[in-house]
């Protein structure tokens, strides 16, 4: 798998940090486990669905399951997330969302103290890039991962891209698997 080039190049080589490429589900999962306060942002590309059926969201709701994590739901995901059985635990614009993330005093989504780890799935590559690039310049007390099938490069942590979606739905089936396990 290679991470030569993100899905949209518009504005992503200035900087000299990019994203550390992770292609192992347990490493992933591990880094998941560390955090003390994460966060999963869901948002509209996830309410597709994969070749078997299955909604991507679905796959996002197993990994907060398995990691206890709350639920950040964007656009028109909430409905969805609803339907399924599980109620989230805010609702925000994607851009809302990153701007409470940048305030280092910012409670979080549970009022318990800011996030240290944001999560990001289904959210358009071009948005994700750019609320990505803000976190990683004005945001410097949290890390960031992303879970979609293509490299960002502004993430502090990314999945590499995907050429075939079976992959990607592999890694995350393992990734969830992982965090199930015990420490």
């Known amino acids: 798998m290679s991470a030569v080039l993100p899905r949209h190049r518009v504005n992503v080589l200035t900087g000299t940090k990019s994203a550390r490429l992770i ?5 992933y999962a591990d880094l998941i486990k560390k955090a003390k306060r994460p966060l999963l942002v869901v948002g509209p590309l996830l309410l597709e669905s994969t070749a078997d059926g299955k909604l991507l969201l679905e796959y996002a709701l197993d990994l907060a399951k398995a ?6 739901a964007t656009a028109q995901t909430r409905g969805k997330i609803v339907e399924l059985g599980v109620q989230p635990d805010c609702l925000y614009d994607a851009v809302e969302i990153v701007n409470a993330l940048k305030d280092p005093d910012w409670q979080g989504v549970k009022k318990e103290g800011n996030h240290d780890l944001v999560m990001f799935c ?3 590559s071009d948005l994700g890039n750019q609320g990505l690039s803000t976190l990683k310049h004005f945001a ?25 979606d079976s992959e990607w739905y592999e890694f995350l089936e393992s990734l969830i698997a992982n965090l199930k396990k015990g420490d």
């Open 23 to 27: 292609e192992d589900p347990a490493e």
């Open 67 to 72: 990691g206890g994590i709350p639920v950040c």
């Open 122 to 124: 289904g959210i358009r």
């Open 140 to 164: 410097r007390h949290l890390k960031t991962m992303t879970l979609c099938k293509h490299y960002f490069p502004h993430a502090t942590y990314s999945l590499p891209n995907f050429k075939k």
